[in-house]
T-cell receptor
Framework: NAGVMQNPRHLVRRRGQEARLRCSPM?????VYWYRQLPEEGLKFMVY????????ESGMPKERFSAEFPKEGPSILRIQQVVRGDSAAYFC?????????????FGPGTRLLVL | TQLLEQSPQFLSIQEGENLTVYCNSS?????LQWYRQEPGEGPVLLVT?????EVKKLKRLTFQFGDARKDSSLHITAAQPGDTGLYLC????????????FGSGTKLNVKP
């Protein structure tokens, strides 16, 4: 059973460009979470999605950031008009979505560098 | 301000020594997870504790959840170089099970 997959693993963008980060959850998992990690820090919650629904986006910046989890295909975290402060590691996690309290399994992350 | 404070931030010890890292909060959590993260990788789950006072053992690692479910500790016996990594605790609050709050981590280096 493949784990959570994220691509690309590394992404370099110039200021003002768009960044698209993809996450394929574990097989059978219907819940996806996105987190951001700055160097030497813990992970910060951004958004929690179920298929076709955003459940909690309280950690997502109000502008330039959006996330989706379509019925078919991976979850996408999209950052428009990137700035240097967006440089970070972005992690996706997934859980089965069958219980109230579930373990989240993390992918290897996408490291975004904005020049 | 971090909801979960981890201490120490950095720890460098010799192989064979014992160590304890702490995860503290003023908030109550419905569950608490410990993860280990290696450079360039995602966090890997070590354990989940859900009951106040609960103790779980994983080989040389012992995890404890505080009675009031506000804090936790991780004790490693006879540390080995393979234990090197960033140890993160993460809590889920009672009214929001799916949103994890992470501590900033303890960076452990075990020297051979």
């Amino acid at each position: 059973n493949a784990g959570v997959m994220q691509n690309p693993r590394h992404l370099v963008r110039r200021r003002g460009q768009e960044a698209r980060l993809r996450c394929s959850p574990m097989k059978g998992h219907s819940h996806v979470y996105w987190y951001r990690q700055l160097p030497e820090e813990g992970l910060k919650f951004m958004v929690y999605l179920q298929k076709e629904n955003i459940i909690d986006e309280s950690g997502m910046p109000k502008e330039r950031f959006s996330a989706e989890f379509p019925k078919e295909g991976p979850s996408i975290l999209r950052i428009q008009q990137v700035v240097r402060g967006d440089s970070a590691a972005y992690f996706c996690a997934s859980s089965p979505g069958q219980n109230l309290q579930e373990t989240q399994y993390f992918g290897p992350g996408t490291r975004l560098l904005v020049l | 301000t971090q909801l979960l404070e981890q201490s120490p931030q950095f720890l460098s010890i010799q192989e064979g020594e014992n160590l304890t890292v702490y995860c503290n909060s003023s908030s109550v959590f419905s569950s608490l997870q410990w993860y280990r993260q290696e450079p360039g990788e995602g966090p890997v789950l070590l354990v989940t504790v859900v009951t106040g006072g609960e103790v779980k053992k994983l080989k040389r690692l012992t995890f404890q959840f505080g009675d009031a479910r506000k804090d936790s500790s991780l004790h490693i016996t006879a540390a080995q170089p393979g234990d090197t990594g960033l140890y993160l605790c993460a809590g889920a609050k009672v009214n929001n099970f799916n949103k994890f709050y992470f501590g900033s981590g303890t960076k452990l280096n075990v020297k051979p």
